[in-house]
């Protein structure tokens, strides 16, 4: 039956950069009345310049896979293209749902609600600045394109690593048409994807689809039993297309997706613990000053990470101890070594859902003309709540219940208040140990347009106009799961403490929270107590663009690109500072926007930051398609871009506190790009290669200062090479093959590392801040020097704890210590008093590696097919994919404990198909070698002890799968 099918809506498939579906081999007569099987590779229609063109023919470095592809390559969703593309690598992040895609080392290296992502996410062209890529498998897509590069002209926002566009499947008029696709897996796994087209008359059709998803968990939890880290999710999408008269067409879609399941953010944590100091220069330090010794965690490489975090280091753990529930380390026991073994009071809780509402119009003005408008409206929310350090402790708290009433005041007051070690938490519930749990969550709404409107002239110039608006708004501090969390039972005991003795601790009473909703494991929570630490950041766009690019053909097979953008992004965030433990007389912290006296209006004068980026991008080049005579077609161009992403605010700090610059600078781009593209042998063999030259000013990458994530900006230079080639030596038998290599420096800067503050040197050393628990760094003669008067009677025992609040600064000459030299951030060389404290002394980063950004990638795959089996009605084929990817860093000082070793992942499958009957049946496996690889890892800060969350790949999976088609 011939497939009624209008090429507005549903065109050519093929797959991959270059594509493995293969057209049905011809067969061409011959002399002698033999026949020859002409073996054509089939190529894939993309939309990289917003029109609709061969990817062989369009001159920009791009990856496309069609449905068909996606089954074969058994890439199930976002994270799985990293197998498939060229220097792309991907990683999980830290907060909520976010991800880290990387293109050639460029993606998402900050942490602010201000951020753009270097690599967009779009569906069907519109710009997503929150989507499910990370959580949400792919079903019933036409293609998902992915271009490597800065996209400074056509496609929205200025990603400058480059573009994810998922193009779904649009309805096919005058034909009914369904599918339906069913997995079964280990780990429980099941899975179900359906689409059902139904044509409306001759002008009109509609297509619903659907995707389930429902596994075990791939994690134990080994305190409640329970695996977890499980998925239970589901999408569908409905369209309806119409094409009123020949001139005009267009559809609306609806798209919804919801997960509620146990999925983990982050995964194990790691850590060398950092042991407690109990001597210095040969001086003993008595238990008083030791509990600033610790930092929690030391440097370490992650493979000889294998330990607890020394809570004394932590906030919660050392104020645990001022509040008398701990004396020292509450987690002593071995960690458990499986990766794949938390321990945690509760289960993690995660849900997540989204609505995407698309729809476009286009309209021939004339045959050469056409006008295209595309609007959307796209509304998120996440939330997920899990344990901080999800490991158990093997320490109590301490019970004092053996000491008669009326002894001891303070005892008498422990007691009432922690009845035998107990603290009675509204949050965390009951418990005599140290808990801590975390919530990171928020919605978003996003309205889009965009109008279009391209030429297709016989002349020799040809262009491509438009505009679009993105209005995007996120966090509603009265949505409890918006912002992010951190609660722990003893900044709750500490704050009863506080109120129990009017306001001692703080200065008066503060707010805890009583009552309000159940998030997960989390009671009576309301997001306004000061009991806990939140930190909100609601934040508004407004961004509006102009673009165009020109094509001009020099010569028939010479053709000149020139495009333009003008972007305007305004960017306003509220000023609404962190409220733990901060008094307050109400029954609620006070989460409304804080004007900073004396400010601008821009600077928060009037309770919100306000910055503007307003920048004009683009891009010039050339393609050339000569006659070879040993090729079939070719294409080769050179293009220069300019690429742009605007700055941004940082997250909120402590009332009062200017620990970093309140906002960050724009990100801007040089890219030189050389490639070419070339089909040989009649089309059997297709081979591409791409090279490219970074100079990038202003990268955005983050680190966490005193319970903040500070972003920052670096300059680097990354070159690189890419080759994408397929090859169909017989008519049933193809191999394909892809290769990234990259290098990536860093330039002219110096930052300090936080594992590392004194920089290896001996006459430094890092102590902990008692106030805020972040740390801090002093000359070890002066350490020593406040050691030894402590011992000698001078000062009393606990007394270092001034070192780090400034208690000894300018007490240099009393106490006899010299100044101490050292090199700030700015690489600027600094002499300070050696009691005085200070940030620490920076590194010079210039030649080491952006993070993420792995020298080597490599992809290789086979598949043969066995024609006329089980009686000739049924064929077979077996494929196998394997890739490799080389050692790369999780963070700019790149140490030892920065390396992510290099991994490879083995995919094999076996499928036996009845195309006149529409059946297919796969036995598959992925990751068959059971790879246990560690893909990204988060540091956290100086008050959480500098422990690492790492992300891991998923474990062997295997099944079968069953498809109808109709």
């Known amino acids: 039956m011939t497939k009624k099918t209008p090429e507005k809506y549903l065109m050519l ?19 002698g009345g033999e026949q020859e099987v002409r073996r054509t590779l089939g190529t894939v229609l993309v939309t990289t310049q917003k029109t609709e063109e061969s990817i062989q023919d369009v001159p920009i470095a791009v990856s496309a896979f069609d449905e068909e592809a996606l089954e074969k390559l058994q890439l199930t969703g976002g994270p799985d293209l990293v197998r498939s593309i060229p220097n792309v690598s991907f990683s999980k992040a830290n907060f909520g749902g976010s991800y880290n895609f990387k293109i050639r080392g460029i993606g998402a290296d900050l942490v602010a609600q201000s951020g753009d992502a270097g690599v967009g996410v779009h569906q069907n062209d519109v710009p997503l600045t929150a989507n499910r890529l990370f959580e949400a498998e792919f079903y019933d897509v036409e293609r998902v394109e992915t271009l490597r590069g800065p996209q400074g002209t056509l496609y929205g926002r200025n990603a400058t690593g480059g573009v994810i566009n998922v193009i779904t499947a649009k309805p096919v008029f005058e034909e009914f048409q369904a599918d339906l696709n069913l997995t079964y897996g280990n780990y429980n796994t099941f899975k179900a994807k359906g689409m059902l087209n139904v044509p409306l008359g001759e002008k009109a059709a509609f297509r619903l689809a659907g995707s389930l998803l429902q596994r075990d968990g791939y994690v134990d939890n080994v305190i409640t039993g329970n695996d977890i880290d499980d998925r239970d999710l589901y999408g569908f999408r409905a369209t309806l297309a119409v094409e009123p008269t020949d001139r005009l067409r267009g559809f609306i879609s609806y798209d919804y997706f919801e997960e509620d399941d146990s999925r983990l953010r982050s995964g194990k944590q790691l850590c060398d613990k950092d042991p407690f100091l109990t001597s210095f220069a040969n001086i003993p330090i008595g ?11 030391q440097e370490a490489a992650l493979s000889q990470s294998n330990e607890r975090v020394n809570s004394a280091g932590t906030l919660g753990g050392g104020l645990g101890i001022a509040a008398g529930l701990l004396n020292g380390d509450a987690f002593t026991d071995p960690l458990i070594q499986d990766l794949r073994k938390i321990e945690s009071a509760f289960d993690p809780a995660y849900k997540a859902d989204q609505e995407l509402f698309t729809w476009k119009a286009e309209f021939d003005l004339t045959d050469s003309l056409l006008l295209t408008y595309l609007g959307s409206y796209n509304e998120t929310s996440a939330v997920s709540v899990e344990d901080y350090n999800k490991i158990a402790p093997n320490v109590a708290f301490n019970d004092l219940s053996a000491i008669p009433p009326g002894l001891s005041p303070t005892a008498d007051l422990y007691n009432a208040l922690f009845p035998g070690g107990v603290v009675n938490d509204p949050q965390l519930g009951a418990s005599n140990t140290f808990r801590t749990f975390d919530i990171s969550g928020g919605g978003s709404e996003q309205t889009t347009h965009e109008l279009r409107l391209q030429s297709d002239f016989d002349g020799r110039f040809n262009f491509n106009l438009g ?32 109120n129990a003795t009017g306001g001692a601790v703080f200065g008066g009473p503060v ?8 998030v997960g494991p989390i009671t009576n929570f309301s997001g306004f107590g000061g009991n806990y630490f939140r930190s909100l950041s609601p934040y508004r766009l407004e961004s509006f663009a102009v673009f165009g690019e020109g094509y001009f053909d020099l010569t028939d097979d010479l053709q000149l690109t020139i495009g333009l953008r003008y972007t305007d992004d305004q960017k306003e965030q509220d000023n609404i500072p962190t409220a733990l433990f901060v008094p307050n007389p109400n029954a609620q912290a006070d989460l409304s926007p804080q004007p900073i006296p004396g400010n601008d209006n821009d600077d928060a ?4 930051y306000n910055v503007a980026f307003e920048e004009t991008t683009g891009r010039i080049g050339l393609d050339w398609q000569p006659d070879f005579s040993f090729t079939d077609d070719t294409l080769i161009y050179g293009f220069y871009s300019r690429g742009y992403k605007g700055g941004g605010i940082n997250p909120p700090q402590p009332a009062g506190a200017n620990n970093f610059p309140q906002t960050f600078d724009p990100e801007f781009i040089d890219s030189y790009e050389i490639g070419t593209k070339n089909t040989l042998a009649s089309g059997a063999l297709q081979l591409n290669a791409t090279g490219f030259y970074y100079n990038y000013e202003g990268y955005q990458i983050t680190q966490i200062v005193n319970r903040s994530s500070a972003n920052f900006n670096i300059d680097a230079k990354l070159q690189g090479f890419e080759l994408e080639t397929i090859w169909n030596p017989a008519s049933t038998f193809v191999i394909n093959a892809n290769l990234g290599l990259l290098d990536t420096e860093i330039q002219d800067t110096y930052a300090i590392d936080v594992l590392d503050r004194t920089n290896g040197r001996a006459d430094l050393i890092t102590l902990k801040n008692a106030a805020s628990y972040s740390n801090c760094v002093v000359s070890a003669q002066g350490y020593a020097t406040i050691l030894g008067a402590i011992q000698a009677g001078v000062l009393g025992a606990g007394d270092t704890a001034g070192l780090c609040v400034g208690a000894f600064a300018g007490a240099e000459a009393a106490f006899g210590v010299p100044d101490v030299t050292y090199t700030d951030s700015n690489g600027v060389t600094r002499t300070i008093g050696g009691l005085t404290p200070f940030d620490g002394d920076a590194k010079d980063l210039d030649g080491n590696s952006i993070p993420g950004a792995p020298e080597t990638t490599l992809s290789l795959g086979a598949e043969y097919t066995f024609e006329g089996v089980f009686g000739g009605a049924w064929d077979a084929r077996i494929r196998g994919d394997y890739y490799y990817q080389g050692d790369s860093f999780s963070r700019v000082w790149n140490t030892t404990g920065d390396e992510l070793e290099s991994w490879n992942n083995l995919n094999l499958a076996v499928v036996f198909f009845n195309d006149e009957k529409g059946l297919e049946f796969e036995i598959f496996g992925k990751n068959v070698t059971d790879e246990e690889v560690i893909t990204g890892r988060y540091l956290t800060d100086d008050s959480s002890g500098l422990f690492s969350n790492i992300f891991l790949t998923e474990p062997r999976l295997y099944g079968v799968r069953l498809r109808k088609s109709w």
């Open 605 to 608: 004068g009037d309770g919100s």
């Open 467 to 498: 505009a679009i608006s993105v209005d995007f708004e996120a966090i509603d501090p009265n949505d409890p799961t918006a912002g992010y969390v951190v609660l722990s039972n003893t900044l709750t005991g500490l704050t009863q403490f506080n």
């Open 287 to 297: 238990g008083a000053d030791q509990i600033y010794t610790t930092l929690g965690c």
């Open 511 to 518: 707010p805890i929270d009583t009552s309000g909703a159940t």
């Open 13 to 31: 498939a093929g797959a991959s950069a270059i594509a493995l579906s293969l057209f049905a081999p011809v067969a061409t007569a011959q002399e």
